[in-house]
């Protein structure tokens, strides 16, 4: 199974709004709603940010959103703060009972 | 407050065989509502996805590591293992386990290194 497509980094000022993409197929993106985000910072382990395409944990900030359209998914970081500095993976259920996660991206704050 | 802990040796020799287990504490591995799972992380690289199991002994690999792992369960025990036969260089990374709430990652242990050298 290939790794689902996010672009390698993204960057942003404070206070402004940055937007990841997530592309697969319609074997995963596309076919489910199984969407899931992930930060990951430096030597750390990575954390649930967005499940289900567009649903927020407990406790995550009401700055994060995702979204879905098609065979691509997105998640944005509003309001950009410097503690979002970090890797952002994107994840999805396949049509082959099994998950794949994005090639990540790398977001740095300004 | 659900805690996943991974436990394995830090150095395997290639062509040897990885063993790692995640301890699960504050919640039973037996609960129906959730899969266990394991994923990995080259050294500077991504995360990759190597399977899952359900309580019931159902597993799920990622096709392109099928021949050289397997996940099993222990539920007297609140454990669940990682095997990864025949390991190369390739096979060095951190090793994470996790709780699958159907279809996301909610709870994730700490993380622990395997390196495969000599």
């Known amino acids: 199974q290939s790794a689902l497509t996010q672009p390698a980094s993204v960057s942003g000022s404070p206070g402004q709004s940055i937007t990841i993409s997530c592309t697969g197929t319609?074997?995963?993106?596309?076919?489910?709603?199984?969407v899931s985000w992930y930060q990951q910072h430096p030597g750390k382990a990575p954390k649930l940010m967005i499940y289900?395409?567009?649903n927020r944990p407990s406790g995550v900030s009401n700055r994060f959103s995702g979204s879905k359209s098609g065979n691509t998914a997105s998640l944005t970081i509003s309001g950009l703060q410097a503690e979002d500095e970090a890797d952002y993976y994107c994840?999805?259920?396949?049509?082959?009972?099994?998950?794949?996660f994005g090639t990540g991206t790398k977001v740095t704050v300004l | 407050q659900l805690q996943l802990q991974e436990s394995g040796p830090g150095l395997v020799k290639p062509s040897e065989t990885l063993s790692l287990t995640c301890t699960v504490s504050?919640?039973?591995?037996?609960?129906?509502?959730?899969?266990w799972g394991w994923i990995r992380q080259p050294p500077g690289k991504g995360l990759e996805w190597i399977g899952t199991?359900?309580?019931?002994?159902?597993?799920y690999y990622n096709p392109s590591l099928k021949s050289q792992i397997t996940i099993s369960v222990d539920t007297s025990k609140n454990q669940f293992s990682l095997k990864v036969t025949s390991v190369t260089a390739a096979d060095t990374a951190m090793y994470y386990c996790?709780?699958?709430?159907?279809?996301?990652?909610?709870?994730w242990g700490q993380g622990t290194l395997a390196t495969v050298s000599s």
């Open positions: 994840s999805s259920y396949t049509s082959s009972i099994t998950y794949v």
């Open positions: 319609s074997s995963d993106v596309g076919g489910y709603n199984s």
């Open positions: 289900d395409v567009s």
């Open positions: 504050g919640g039973s591995i037996s609960s129906s509502s959730f899969h």
């Open positions: 199991i359900h309580h019931s002994g159902n597993t």
């Open positions: 996790a709780r699958y709430s159907p279809g996301y990652l909610d709870y």
